[in-house]
């Protein structure tokens, strides 16, 4: 071997070392996580350290929304990239699959293009039918914190125990299953989204032999409100406050909005009649900083594995959620409650790092930032835009964001202004600068007509009629199989 044949045969290898290798992703979600972080100043008092710490190591987006606001619809949209205007899919009870047999989501889109791609916890919609199991390597199911309410129909993987003495831990008897809050009489590591920790701890643990797409999916802080009582001693309750409210906040509210207000005003009126609103608020806060816990111990089984500086980290949360907000404990609203969501991303590529990006982005974006960040082919269509211009220009100009809840129901949300739209023409607007409660309707002053055309001209022109529920199919959990049902 002459020399210049001994330099190929060694720069060969170190060619090949240094060749671009495509980046990982870490998916961490939390479920109805709304604004109450510290670092998007939601709650004052809040107590979330871990996220905190992440948004100051990556891009935290400070007015991110969600594409709907609830699980379902948001996550469906998330992971397909289409919006619910485009796939007709607007509540819990619409599969995905059996309507769009084809559809390319974003955990399959990476497996197509050579990641190994793994999951655990709630990533798509938590009930049987949701999830198929050819998105993924691997995948783990969400395992759930009151076993003794899960409906075998819906979580055939849960093992039924009976509820444990002193349930409901809230007081409140008969008071809509899931909707309790409280400590359990158990072990901290025996909370369900723990078994997700421990799915992440172990395969981030382990070296991987192509690069691969992660998603974690923490229940909390979705109801109900379990958590460890040290997550609620950080919130005496004599130093918890209810949020603001007005009595008369909602006469200036078109019917449909209304009637969004109202959904399942029934356990808003009990928990405050029964003088359980600040306990309600508290079981809240101890939910989020047990969600924060969990969500730290992945962050950290990340940052000390041999994946930390090549991995795309992702913090989002679904949907948002109100405790009081509009006489109203839900999400289910195109107001800010429900649709302002934390949204951190932390690159490799650490010059995107420092300011918060303070322009309204939607999660709707990831899918195509996650393609174009690692390099894959884009998907023909994806509703959402991608991040990166706003990555590398903190100033990158962006188009408003739309949220949507049922057909032709959708907000349009800029930095200063939230435009809210309904089928029967009525019509919300809120200056979130001067107004961040959303207190005060402006849709009906005629000096906003033209501002209000304009916002009204970023909303879907068209919405899909819902696509058919679950009630119009048999579904197999244990062939992963739909049937759709003879029509009548
Ligand atoms: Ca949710």
Same mark, same amino acid.
Request: glycine share 4%.
């Given at each position: 071997m002459n020399r210049r044949q001994l330099l190929a045969s060694l720069a060969a290898p170190l060619r090949a070392a240094s060749a671009p290798s495509r980046p990982n992703v870490l998916l961490l979600s939390v479920d109805d996580l709304n604004d109450w972080v510290g670092c998007l100043k939601g709650y004052p008092g809040v107590q979330t350290p871990n996220i905190d710490r992440l948004a100051r190591g990556g891009v935290l987006f400070t007015d991110a929304h969600c594409p709907a606001p609830l699980c379902n619809p948001s996550r469906t949209?998330?992971? *397909?990239?289409?919006? !619910?205007? *485009?796939?007709?899919?607007?509540?819990? $009870?619409?599969?995905?699959? !059996?309507?769009?047999?084809?559809?390319?989501?974003?955990?399959? +889109?990476f497996r197509r293009h050579g990641y190994h791609v793994a999951g655990a916890g709630k990533i798509f919609h938590h009930v049987a039918g949701f999830n198929p199991p050819d998105q993924w390597d691997e995948f783990q199911l969400q395992q759930f914190d009151d076993p003794w309410y899960r409906r075998a129909d819906w979580y055939p993987w849960n093992k039924r125990i009976p509820a444990p003495p002193g349930h409901p831990f809230n007081g409140l008897s008969n008071f809509a299953g899931e909707f309790d809050w409280g400590v359990l009489p158990t072990a901290e590591k025996d909370y369900g989204d723990q078994h997700a920790v421990r799915f992440a701890? /172990?395969?981030?643990?382990?070296?991987?032999?192509?690069?691969?797409?992660?998603?974690? %999916?923490?229940? +909390? !802080?979705?109801?109900?409100?379990?958590?460890?009582?040290?997550?609620?001693?950080?919130?005496? $309750?004599?130093r918890v406050h209810v949020p603001l409210t007005r009595d008369d906040d909602l006469t200036d509210l078109p019917p449909l909005a209304q009637k969004l207000a109202a959904f399942r005003r029934d356990e808003f009126e009990r928990i405050r009649s029964t003088g359980k609103w600040k306990q309600f608020v508290r079981a809240y806060l101890a939910a989020i900083s047990f969600a924060d816990s969990l969500a730290g111990d992945v962050i950290n089984a990340l940052d000390s594995s041999p994946h930390?500086?090549?991995?795309?980290?992702?913090?989002? /949360?679904?949907?948002?959620? +109100?405790? %009081? $907000?509009?006489?109203?404990?839900?999400? /289910?609203?195109?107001?800010?409650?429900? *649709?302002?969501?934390?949204?951190?991303?932390?690159?490799?590529?650490?010059?995107?790092?420092?300011?918060?990006?303070?322009?309204?982005? /939607?999660t709707i974006d990831l899918y195509p930032t996650l393609v174009d960040l690692c390099g894959l082919p884009s998907p023909d269509r994806l509703d959402g835009i991608s991040l990166r211009p706003l990555l590398e220009n903190k100033s990158a100009p962006r188009p408003p964001v739309v949220s949507t809840h049922l057909p032709g129901t959708h907000c349009v949300i800029t930095n200063r202004w939230r435009y809210i739209t309904y089928p029967d023409g009525a019509a919300e607007l809120y200056d979130r600068r001067a107004d961040r409660h959303e207190f005060t309707n402006l849709a009906s002053l005629p000096r906003h007509r033209a501002l209000i055309a304009g916002l009204a001209r970023h909303a879907p022109a068209s919405s899909m009629p819902p696509v058919p529920d679950n009630t119009q199919f048999n579904f197999d959990f244990k062939t992963h199989t739909y049937q759709r049902k003879a029509q009548p």
């Open positions: 949209a998330i992971l *397909t990239g289409l919006r !619910p205007s *485009t796939t007709g899919i607007y509540n819990n $009870e619409q599969y995905w699959r !059996p309507n769009y047999p084809n559809l390319v989501t974003l955990p399959m +889109h701890q /172990s395969f981030l643990a382990r070296p991987q032999s192509k690069p691969f797409l992660l998603a974690i %999916g923490l229940w +909390h !802080p979705h109801i109900p409100l379990y958590a460890p009582q040290r997550f609620f001693d950080l919130y005496p $309750e004599a930390a500086s090549n991995t795309i980290l992702v913090f989002w /949360s679904d949907n948002g959620w +109100h405790l %009081g $907000e509009k006489q109203h404990v839900h999400k /289910s609203t195109l107001w800010q409650r429900s *649709t302002h969501v934390p949204l951190i991303l932390r690159a490799p590529q650490a010059r995107f790092h420092g300011a918060p990006r303070t322009q309204p982005v /939607s």
